[in-house]
């Protein structure tokens, strides 16, 4: 997603820290339709390792030493950083055909927000290891499929969530995802417009959701609490972008 263009447009977005360390980034890849065991075991096993892997045994072989599935073959250059761990049980996340916040989140999730119980692990990693983006979710919405409000030319409910009763929400692509977090350095001058009515918008609806919680108890308070709370984040990763 990350081309010469959006380096161009921000250098220190992505530039390494004062002590000459890249920064840590942390990617997770959540497969629709579900990841079958055997579907990652290397090619190349042969022989014992072979034996124990249909015995479903335990057992241990650097990968180094063999060849990913054909799918992950975009890695095999970093095999040396990579480890393929089998035999977790995901029991207690399994809602049905439709996970949602389950597998991130370990808990049982389906689309009622009552449902999240607290932040999945990529938005802990990201207020661990913080940085101006914080965190990217890209859906990728099939077209024909899938999550049926999917729409990969805009923005959809995602599979993360930043705390109780938040869910993110997900560029349906790349070029979404570039157009929307790069407006306030575009050249373009009706995104650079529409970019700073959004931001009059969100600081409107930052105080109308502060006062409003203000008046309110219990359930309701809490709800328009996360509103809020989203709105104001939106608002600190544009400070970020813009400085």
Not at 86 to 95: F, N, R
Request: proline share 4%; with cysteine; net charge positive.
């Amino acid at each position: 997603m990350l081309g010469a263009g959006s380096l161009v447009m921000n250098p220190g977005l992505f530039a390494a820290n004062a002590k000459g360390k890249a920064p840590k980034r942390f990617i997770f890849i959540h497969k629709g339709n579900g990841l079958l065991p055997n579907t990652l075991v290397p090619s190349t096993l042969k022989g014992t390792e072979l034996e124990k892997e249909k015995r479903k045994e335990a057992f241990e072989v650097s990968l180094n030493d063999h060849e990913l599935p054909e799918w992950m073959g975009a890695l095999s250059e970093h095999k040396g950083d990579m480890t393929i761990l089998q035999g977790l049980s995901g029991k207690m996340c399994t809602t049905g055909h439709h996970t949602w916040q389950s597998s991130l989140g370990v808990y049982k999730a389906n689309e009622r927000l009552s449902s999240i119980k607290w932040a999945t692990v990529d938005f802990e990693l990201a207020k661990l290891f913080p940085s101006s983006l914080e965190h990217i979710e890209l859906a990728c919405f099939p077209s024909g499929g899938g999550n049926s409000r999917g729409n990969i030319n805009g923005i959809e409910k995602g599979f993360s969530a930043r705390g109780p009763q938040q869910p993110n929400y997900a560029f349906g692509s790349p070029k979404v995802a570039i157009e929307e977090l790069f407006k306030s350095v575009s050249g373009d001058k009706e995104s650079k417009i529409q970019y700073q009515l959004e931001r009059r918008l969100l600081e409107f609806a930052a105080m109308g959701e502060g006062a409003m919680a203000e008046e309110l108890r219990g359930l309701e308070k809490a709800k328009v609490k996360n509103y809020s709370d989203s709105i104001e984040s939106i608002r600190e990763r544009n400070r970020k972008m813009d400085a």
